[in-house]
């Protein structure tokens, strides 16, 4: 079986596991406060052109979100999302464990506008029992989306604003951060992240770390006692090291972008080659995850020799599902993949 | 420096690296659904003679104890602990960010007895009025405590009879588990936390692991939906395969039985060595944390050679330190430290 | 002005006033447990015809509402509802406050169907990754709902039993009870609440009362400990005999379905004025909320003489409002404002 | 039986009922937001000297401290109290169900020390772990005690200055403020709190009306979006007026102040009483609440014609009970237990 179902099917970047043999032995401080877990830090900030920004590393992507979103808003606050943002689906409830509820907006294709929050803004104020409602306190969306979408510089600078205009936290989950930066598509820089967000997060685990993702706070009222956040969702790592070497590998020699270039490139030849035979895309993705609309005969052909992911099912006998290349995808599986496409989906 | 501060300052046994190294190329499932954790979970019932058990790994203690608590109770519970208890006092309010209150017995060495839970259970049901105060739902102690101590298997017993008379959950925090299980002064077999808890988890963190800990489950009702709970706590490991290998790794052969033995005969001399020097242990410890009563000029003396913790403050100049040993602690270090003790404490 | 924006604009039924002033030197004890919420638990069982039902006597509905479902719910579960329930709109997060997701279903009148829940938790369990979502364990419905309609019996019995299949609890609210059970096209019992639900409230607030409403249990597994629940949520009233002074008074002598009664027959004669007069209504609501499509002309003439509150912009100028009745309600008024109907509705 | 039990056991002054009756057909907008409550609010301003303070009314008092400490603290921070506070005893934990721990501090009476909060706050702060402990962000007391004893202006002063030294909120439940307030060894006035604190709130269920306790905040960030916390915690009570009525009744020509004094100038006859016949008092409380220390003949000989309460055993047969007077208490109740205390503790 070829995979390409998900992005976290392997261990880690040879290079990762490699600088983790040549540190076990050094003794270290526990809980983050760390020399690789500083140099890390240093790395990043010097990419984000923010040397005042703050930098965290936690475990996974779900911590993270909930450990953001609750030091971010006041207990009467929600965050507004995507109806398929991840904090909304697929997260147990995380974020209502913590109190809050997330504000779902309609969406088509993983983003949602400024307009929609601007609305949705304007109608909280505008309804005169607004206290009886959940106040929108922050913008949460995802660079790229579940969907593989991307945001554009203009589009996150129009979020800004609003998020200005009601006083409102943005909040980037870049679980599959890696992917965005390395698409042709993409107008936005972990710079212009740092610049226009209150916080973020890069995320390690999907592109190449064994796991880690690094929270970057440039909002002076977050920052503030965060440590005490983390430990009190459960997510203060005791041998913090592991993050920073981690970190430390990524963030040195570009070796992340790279990870990124290489799955996103794939993802873009395995696209073309479908689009080529005439199968349409349910979302135009410029990253790492693709969604081709094929039929049940297709899908059959396809599952004998691939495992991939169902989506969604659509009229008659269609249905998406998703393709996705990652760091570690060898060019001949896609190499196969591609000859595959051309045999099998013949319009 | 000669480090005695704690049992986290390095990474990891060396086998784990090298399982993780030849594993990491596999493709596996995510979420702790894959052959690594299967056999992970096979050898620890194994061990435990609880075929029934279901067990699941954490990244880490707090994460484990909050997620167990919250499974385990429901809202207007709380769990009865040791005033010192972990919970109590070093998880930024881990419990309470669940919505539950942490009962606290006073407690000399970290343990609390059956006699003293009987005593509050009895309080609260005896008064008229308890429904305007939490109800204890259960009992959490460590094994070994806080303070290195261990409960015998007839304290764990009357422990037991006292939670099955008030309905309450039994849970032991075992993250110094392996420590407790190679003391000489131990009766309490792995089978027997099966036996008698509800839930007990086994530490991997501090006693060979990178991170890890195995939360097992006897009781019926706690494990159902218990996955749930793992991914609201946003402890679900994307790449679960890690922790299975870990645990593989230490439970395979006998390492993590080999692992806590060398921490604790070590201790043990140290402990030894001050005793017959004449200085008293604040606590009456048999595990690989060891609590010397020094004079400040010991204390100096130690320090401008060895890292320990300061641990509480006593009349005169005296003061309590802890000197702990770990799987890796080097036994050249421990002789080079019992020749300074014998040197410095000079009675 | 003549007021039909709410159905709590006064204080309550002269009789109620009288009740509480005759035993207000009465000595009680206090928070539920004296003679007067007895007899009126009493009376509300014999009318339920559920002689083993509990029934606890609570300040208000969202208070009721969040005291319920966190003692129902596990914490990795969330309460099923019309995306326009009260839950999910008007409650500012309480029912997130206490950790659990509303989980929202589409409606076009405030009711959700049982087909729409069957599909939800098919789809719930059905998917591999469901330990990532939200678990439904509870169907909240209203009954009447926001909306003013009613469930048949049938219908419910339809609910009860998917609830049955997926092992969920069914809450119904009845705020407005009263106003359901009054109407001609009612079918639903309180005998049959009793028999179907799981628990649900019968709303003394907006039938009479000055501020109760009473919480009445039949499932075993929840009567346990409620009254932990009530005061860990802050309802247990110091002077509970209010509450029971309060239902006593409602419950004798069929006062709540008197007060029902003479608010539904105003708003339907409400209702078929409009509707003669060629007026569309937004919601077939046979209760005690009307809410007639009019233009802006028609509102601007309405709202010289009449406080009525907006409801919904529709297409062009059109707008539904909502004209409420009320157990206080003088007919005269309604007559005026059923000559100002003819006169300004000419279609 | 002549009850000395409690201060909830009957309705209201005569007073409330009568205006409650008076305004009842009044149509009024629901939710504090009415006539009544803006002229309640207009009156305790003027006597608290503080007219840009905010005040609101809610129901009871568990709900007014969940509600206030779950709007002044964030989710890292808890509240530092007596252990015999009522939030850490008897609130079945509403503190705790919203996220944050209560940090007790021993208490012999009741009442804590500026002293002990400063040394508690240097302790965590001094600690190079405090990240791991729940970090104290709110100093709560109430004035009287649960044991009836009173801070000093100096004692509240001085704990201002360590709440301000901490960044600590001060806030002060005043459940039983109207018998602090009208005690002859009382130097703290309505007006020394609102400048001292941040939040605190004046009683009225156990003062004379039959239900409702006034917040007054102080402190800016604390006025921010209040009732969307109140809201919140399902304490919005719809007829708000109720609670406008009442305090008007009791603010209004000092209604409030004389039901204080009647009370505790019967409670201090009690004590001198018991003190003219040898018997001492557990706590030297100056208000409504007395807890002489009598043998179990004298408690049984009082138990035949008084209601009142067991409080704490003591060695040999001895126990401390409590004798608690009201607004409502008749003079000629209080002179028979005199004549029975002067015939039953002869020593």
Request: aromatic share 8%; glycine share 8%.
């Amino acid at each position: 079986m070829i995979r390409f179902e998900c992005d976290y099917a392997e261990g880690c970047h040879p290079a990762i596991l490699e600088a983790l043999t040549q540190s076990n032995f050094e003794q270290h401080p526990g809980y983050g406060e760390d020399a690789h877990c500083d140099r890390a830090r240093q790395l990043i900030k010097e990419q984000l052109k923010a040397p005042e920004a703050d930098v965290h590393f936690l475990v996974g992507g779900t911590q993270a979100n909930a450990t953001v979103i609750c030091a971010a808003l006041r207990p009467h606050q929600g965050a507004v999302a995507a109806v398929t943002g991840h904090i909304n689906v697929h997260e147990t409830g995380a974020i209502e464990a913590l109190g809050h509820k997330v504000l779902p907006l309609p969406s088509d294709d993983g983003r949602i506008s400024a307009e929609q929050v601007e609305e949705y803004c304007a109608a909280h104020y505008g309804d005169s029992t607004h206290e009886h409602m959940v106040q929108p306190g922050m913008v949460y969306i995802s660079q790229p989306t579940e969907n593989g979408t991307l945001y554009t510089l203009e589009q996150l600078r129009a979020m800004r604003r609003v998020c200005d205009k009601y006083g409102m936290m943005l909040y980037v989950d870049g679980a599959r951060c890696g992917y965005g930066l390395a698409s042709p598509a993409n107008d936005v820089e972990l710079s212009d992240l740092a610049a226009l967000c209150d916080v973020f997060y890069i995320g390690g685990t999907k592109v190449g770390a064994l796991f880690g993702e690094a929270v970057v706070i440039t909002n002076e009222n977050l920052k503030k006692d965060f440590r005490y956040f983390i430990k009190r969702q459960g997510g203060m790592l005791a041998k913090g090291r592991l993050l920073g070497v981690q970190f430390e590998t990524l963030m040195d020699g570009g070796l992340y972008q790279n990870l990124g270039k290489h799955a996103v490139s794939l993802a873009l030849e395995i696209r073309k080659t479908f689009e080529d035979c005439g199968v349409s895309m349910l979302y135009d993705s410029p990253t790492n995850q693709q969604f081709p609309i094929l039929t049940r005969a297709e899908r059959e052909a396809f599952s004998e020799k691939y495992a991939f992911s169902h989506w969604q099912n659509l009229e008659g006998d269609k249905a998406a599902v998703r393709f996705c290349t990652s760091w570690f995808t060898p060019e001949e599986n896609v190499r196969l993949l591609m000859e595959d496409i051309r045999r099998i989906c013949k319009r």
